[in-house]
């Protein structure tokens, strides 16, 4: 007698076959739920289900040690899968390749089964899910809404507890509003992170293979797996899935302007949104408000000159002799490419340097952004009546992401006063995929949403050890101005500091507010045991290159000695030297810089009030 089918969050399948349960069960109940979901928009082409039991088959026993052993996931139809036909959503361009994408040949490698490939907008060209010749996903929400695109078939599937987890394609948002208009989780990793090779090319120089989730942790794993450097792919990267599960208590969170905000009208999706803010403010983050203006800029550049050339230039040979063969909004971007010149394609790529030159401090000064996921919803109808400007609209917020070579997720974050989903998406400079994913976890487990539209409860996340070598890395101990979210801390950041954890001293130590200091400084000092107290510290970790630039730039009369800790440990950390406490004031009692400012600021409110 099997065990009752579980929830299709990759943690509650592993339990699932850690307690005996059968893969068969789960590949019977997959196809059990396509029909009942009865959604011919879903996919372009599915397995035959005896084939995946026989896939599932040669598995043999649970194996603990593949992560996505007997967990099902489909594939969106711009990406190979051996046997499978590729489509792009254009049935006379389709192929059968002998071999898979790099993606589905890792993922596979760690025991994932692929139930189909899915719908999509055209060639990956569009944001509304809604230009594909085939059947049109319905959104798993309401199915009055475009269910978002280009990878709306993938995010269907995943939102309707089809599968585990999806892949899709992201060049200029493709991973992050289907998530957002069907209530998922949507990653975008940093540019160059997973492979594409066997991707059919959008914007070569831009793409991403995204995943679309029900959980911030299963999105990670899925990244985990996939994220491996490959030789066959000319602009892959090596970006490790690292930092995942471990945040510094206080990050500095870059936001659009309140003057800068473009809803269209939907007042329902900035009440939303400036929710999600708030709940990032009591999660302990400070939140910063930037001209938002030259991000709009850059979003602009992708459907001119440059970028909209590379979509012809993906597919040039098909579409002169075939262009009859196309979705006629598709037929309208690509036809007009053919009027660009070089010198075109040249002045976007100068447009786009002077741009990110301006915009490198701005995304500097802040650990992460924070934007709506999308501005709005959208029915069917609207999208009829308006094809191009409402897709653009949906594009407002992340068009410019690739451009700008960052990483991004997009994450639930509740419903909005109508029902509908409300979703953020948390950006971030390449590479700092781990910090994105662990404070969209933070957002999606303080939502309380259920997942996708399935009505299954947020599972409560797992403790997540990060993944990462940091034998080379030297442990330096941070007590005032340079902890998470203080004014200095950016000069850790600067350097690719790694926030390891927060910390106490042992009680050998007191700490003084110095007098005359810019931006206000503590200074610690050493004393005898139990004459002091235990001070609360943020550990933080640096390449030897970079802790030799830190200290060196450490002013007197602070310097680096040997600090205690209260677990028995120690590292080099911030001492004072004894001139430094003329006219200091000893704030020992407070336990910590951050509580003294904390208590200093309450009184001076006071002041002014009372």
């Given amino acids: 007698m099997s065990l009752k089918t579980p929830a299709f969050d990759i943690a509650s399948l592993r339990t699932f076959y850690r307690s005996g349960g059968s893969v068969t069960d789960i590949v019977e109940a997959v196809f059990a739920r396509i029909a009942e979901v009865n959604d011919p928009g879903i996919f372009i082409h599915l397995a035959e289900k005896a084939a995946v039991l026989a896939e599932a088959a040669k598995l043999g026993a649970f194996d603990p040690k593949k992560p996505l052993w007997g967990i099902p996931f489909a594939v969106k139809d711009n990406i190979d899968v051996a046997g499978m036909p590729t489509t792009a959503a254009c049935p006379d361009y389709a192929y059968r390749p002998e071999r898979d994408a790099t993606v589905v040949r890792l993922l596979r490698g760690a025991g994932a089964l692929v139930i189909g490939k899915t719908n ?158 708030s709940a990032l403010a009591r999660l302990g983050h400070k939140l910063v408000e930037m001209p938002f203006g030259d991000f709009y800029r850059v979003a602009n550049l992708l459907y001119e000159g440059a970028w909209v050339a590379e979509r012809y230039a993906a597919v040039k040979d098909f579409f002169d002799t075939k262009e009859e063969s196309f979705h006629p909004v598709t037929r309208k971007i690509y036809g007009g490419a053919k009027a660009l010149s070089a010198a075109d394609a040249f002045n976007g790529f100068y447009a786009l340097q002077a741009l990110k030159r301006k915009l490198a401090p701005l995304i500097a000064s802040v650990d992460l952004l924070c934007v709506p996921t999308a501005p709005s919803h959208y029915t069917v109808a609207d999208l009829e009546a308006e094809p191009i400007r409402e897709n653009s609209r949906l594009g407002t917020y992340t068009n410019f992401v690739n451009l700008l070579d ?77 902890l998470s979210g203080m004014p200095l ?122």
């Avoid at 948390?426 to 539209?453: E, K, M, Y």
């Avoid at 442990?475 to 340079?482: F, L, M, S």
């Avoid at 001139?579 to 200093?600: F, H, M, N, P, V």
Wanted: proline share 7%.
């Fill in 406 to 482: 960052m990483c991004g997720i997009a994450v639930p974050t509740g419903s909005r006063a109508d029902g509908l989903p409300a979703s953020v998406t948390l950006l971030a400079r390449s590479g700092r995929d781990g910090l994105t994913a662990t404070i969209a976890r933070d957002l999606h487990q303080a939502s309380g949403v259920t997942l996708g539209a399935t009505g299954w409860p947020l599972p409560a996340s797992a403790e997540t050890a990060p993944r990462s070598d940091d034998r080379d890395l030297i442990d330096i101990v941070v007590v005032g101005a340079h």
């Fill in 120 to 277: 999509l907008d055209q060639f990956a060209t569009g944001l509304v899910g809604v230009r594909s010749p085939y059947p049109i996903p319905k959104n798993a929400i309401d199915p009055k809404l475009v269910p978002g695109g280009s990878s709306s078939g993938s995010a269907v599937a995943t939102a309707q507890g089809i599968v585990s987890f999806a892949l899709g394609t992201d060049t200029a948002g493709s991973g992050r509003i289907p998530a957002g208009l069907n209530n998922i989780v949507g990653l975008k990793p940093s540019v160059g992170a997973l492979s594409t090779a066997g991707v059919i090319p959008a914007c070569r120089t831009l793409d991403c293979v995204s995943v679309f989730a029900l959980t911030v942790d299963d999105a990670w794993a899925v990244f985990s797996v996939a994220s491996e450097y490959d030789e066959a792919d000319a602009y892959s990267k090596s970006i490790p899935a690292t930092g995942f599960g471990s945040a510094p208590p206080v990050l500095t969170i870059g936001v659009p302007a309140r003057a800068d905000r473009q809803f269209f009208g939907d007042t329902l999706m900035e009440a939303a949104y400036d929710d999600a803010l």
């Fill in 489 to 610: 801390n950016q000069q850790l950041t600067e350097l690719d500091g790694k926030f390891s954890r927060v910390a106490q001293t042992s009680a050998a130590y007191k700490l003084y507010a110095l007098a005359g200091t810019v931006p206000p400084k503590p200074g610690m000092i050493r004393v005898e045991e139990g004459e002091g107290g235990e001070i609360e510290v943020e550990v933080w970790k640096l390449t030897p290159a970079a802790f030799g630039l830190f200290v060196a730039a450490i002013p007197a009369p602070l310097g680096i000695g040997t600090v205690m800790l209260s677990d028995g440990t120690s590292a080099k950390g911030f001492l004072a030297e004894p001139l430094a406490l003329e006219g200091a004031l000893d704030i020992t009692s407070y336990g910590g810089w951050r509580a003294y400012l904390k208590e200093l600021s309450s009184l001076q409110r006071v002041g002014k009030t009372g």
